[in-house]
């Protein structure tokens, strides 16, 4: 079946790095995303990878995808007071119809 | 210039009631969808449409039923408003069928609270 996994909180110090961790169920999802939702607001695409690649670098943000484990991590270095929000992970589902599954997001804290 | 774009933000409404959700893109995509996000913040597809045709139908109650007049607009109707309910509705939209990267664009959600 399909199911995304992530753990619910996490609390960093300013200037620290922040590792938000996430397991799925599905081997033929192409592609995995980390979306970020600030308050009152909609989800907001942060990055995305590709399935047959491990790691992903963008600026501050660097994502790691184990395959074998079904593992997928997002890295923010230099962690800021405005990265504090809800972090999904997402993956996508086979059958070609635009489908996510998401899972259940990580609250993110930054402490200044 | 708001690029998916949701009415009403917030809906308050007793138990039995009917209420819509009305939600439009201005980005040309042909797929949109909507998500329901419960207290727990968990996000879980409802419906998609492509240019129009429904392609996802997930176990929703038929008191819900998504109506899209054309690829720029897909409403949300809810019939018999119960208390389990209550969450926020999010709509989205992305290039057909999720398109090569499956990126969605979220609206900002409208919460419904059902008393």
């Known amino acids: 079946g399909e199911d995304v996994e992530q753990s619910l909180f996490l609390s960093v110090r300013e200037g620290d790095s922040s590792v938000i961790n996430c397991t799925y169920t599905d081997s033929s999802s192409t592609y995995l995303y980390w979306y970020k939702q600030e308050p009152g607001a909609g989800l907001q695409l942060l990055t995305y990878i590709f399935s047959n690649m491990d790691m992903k670098q963008d600026q501050r943000l660097t994502v790691l995808l184990n395959k074998k484990d079904k593992h997928l991590s997002l890295r923010i270095a230099d962690t800021q007071t405005g990265d504090s929000a809800i972090y999904f992970c997402?993956?996508?589902?086979?059958?070609?119809?635009?489908?996510?599954?998401f899972g259940q997001g990580t609250t993110l804290q930054v402490k200044p | 210039d708001t690029a998916v774009s949701q009415t009403p933000k917030y809906l308050v409404t007793q138990m039995g009631n009917d209420k819509s959700i009305k939600c439009e893109q201005n980005l040309g995509h042909d797929t949109m969808y909507w998500y329901k996000q419960d207290s727990k913040k968990f996000l879980k597809i409802m419906f998609s449409y492509n240019n129009k045709e429904l392609i996802i139908n997930e176990t929703v109650p038929n008191r819900f039923s998504p109506k899209s007049p054309d690829k720029a607009h897909l409403n949300l109707h809810i019939n018999s408003l119960e208390l389990g309910d209550s969450a926020v509705y999010f709509c989205a939209s992305s290039q057909p069928r999720g398109g090569p990267s499956g990126e969605l664009f979220f609206g900002e959600g409208s919460r419904l609270t059902v008393l």
């Open positions: 997402a993956e996508s589902v086979s059958g070609n119809t635009g489908k996510l599954i």
